[in-house]
């Protein structure tokens, strides 16, 4: 029986409109101006970006990974817990997924948006894990 995951949200608005998407291939990054990004099963550390794209990631065992989104949407979904997560949502969303018993020092910013963190995920002691979100 697979157990529930925990998630945390940083949201801002906005809309996605997809197009044609344009790739900045540097190392482990992935950009996409407008479209579509699909990541699945990376292991090594991660920076992926949208504009007013789709970002959807999954099945991720990255240790580090930094994610962002403008006016697009962001899935982000690890099944091992990483150790350092930074998400920044613009006028977009963008929802990321951790195993259940993934504790972190959390930081959770909101401009014009909200960032809501599962209070389960926090644990301002965690000497290694961080998940750091701002929105807006």
Do not use: K
């Amino acid at each position: 029986m697979r157990r529930a995951a925990t998630t945390a949200q940083a949201t801002a608005g906005g809309s996605c409109r997809p197009g044609l998407a344009q790739w900045s291939l540097r190392g482990r990054r992935r950009d996409v101006t407008s479209g579509s990004l699909a990541l699945t099963g990376l292991r090594g550390p991660l920076r992926a970006a949208v504009g007013s794209g789709i970002l959807r990631a999954g099945a991720l065992g990255s240790a580090r990974a930094e994610v962002r989104t403008g006016s697009g949407r962001g899935e982000v979904e690890f099944v091992v817990r990483p150790e350092r997560v930074t998400g920044h949502a613009g006028s977009g969303r963008l929802d990321i997924t951790v195993p259940v018993s993934s504790r972190f020092r959390v930081e959770c910013r909101a401009g014009e948006g909200r960032c809501e963190v599962d209070a389960a995920l926090g644990d301002p002691g965690s000497p290694r894990s961080s998940l750091d979100l701002t929105a807006g």
